[in-house]
């Protein structure tokens, strides 16, 4: 860590000197080492600073844990008056005045994808297919790292080979939920960011998770929501990003669904609907070029082998049963199921229930 990483660390770690306070700080002193040089003395006069405790020196064992836990994470600390700060964070009503990043620079055009932990396969699987598109196209997708609908937004974005941001509501050396711990790594791996505004070994305590959200909206042109139940997290991230002037985009669910209350008040109250990522596209990066959908028909037909192009080829936006394929393509039950989860996992085919099938078609 440099000196002024030290500095700041050392700021951050004090007790009872919070964001705000680190703001004023820097209103009176040109860079953290000054102010660290006048305290605590020269801090009596800076209004809102009372009640701060002691500051760990270098020594201290606090400041010795946190530095090693960035050291060994390959983290870096930036403030607020850093260049590398993200400009869209810089815009914010209250932008963290410390950020602890590991990976790679978060993306400047960016989407946040946001929605239920108890997701269903449709939710899931429709936020993976957003994602995997706008990442393809160099746009960053933003989440929490959260079960359900943020994590299937991870999945997507890698799958699409974009970037991603996980914007964690814990300390950057912490992998909250713990079932996540293989999608933490494959983010760092594959050109992810993580990002958090709390010192190493905070706890994922559950106050820490609305400041978190306002970060998943502030690091972005725009938030999707995808099943939300009433009073969810998810609706405070869209609250926070009409806050912010950020566009607010929500896909319509069931009226029957526990989770489809959030997203149709949204509508209602004038979030942009989503059905598929043109429609967000066409909102903030109309110049962005429409997907290939032929073209990547195509490649995938080339890649088959013959009985997969058969069953492939049978397939269109009209649902079969697998019995009709069955007779169609004169396949065994056994051989055909095979081929149809082959030609799914390839992401050529989407399975409805009752076991219909179409072909699956890209958003445009």
Known sequence: MTETEQDWLRLHLTPGLGRKGLFRLLEHFSAPGAALEHAPAGWQGIPGLRNIGLIPSTAAPQFLAARRQIEQSQARLVSYWDEAYPLLLRDIPDPPALLYLHGAEPPAEALAIVGSRNASPTGRHLTAEIARELA???????????????????????????????????????????????????????????????????DPLAGNFPGRNRLISGLCRGVLIVEAALGSGSLITADFALEQGRDVFAVPASIASPVGNGVNRLLKDGAFLVTESHDILERLWPRCPSAPVQKQEAQLDLALPENARTVYALLGEVPLHIDELVGKSALTPFALSAILLDLELRGGVEQLPGMRYIRYRPSR
């Open 136 to 202: 393809s196209r160099g746009i960053g997708i933003v989440s929490g790292l959260a079960r359900g609908i943020d994590t299937a937004a991870h999945e997507g974005a890698l799958a699409g080979q974009g970037p991603t941001v996980a914007v964690l509501g814990c300390g950057i050396d912490r992998i909250y939920p713990p079932e996540n711990e293989r999608l933490f790594k494959r983010i760092l791996a594959e050109g992810g960011t993580l990002v958090s505004e709390y010192p190493p070994g905070a």
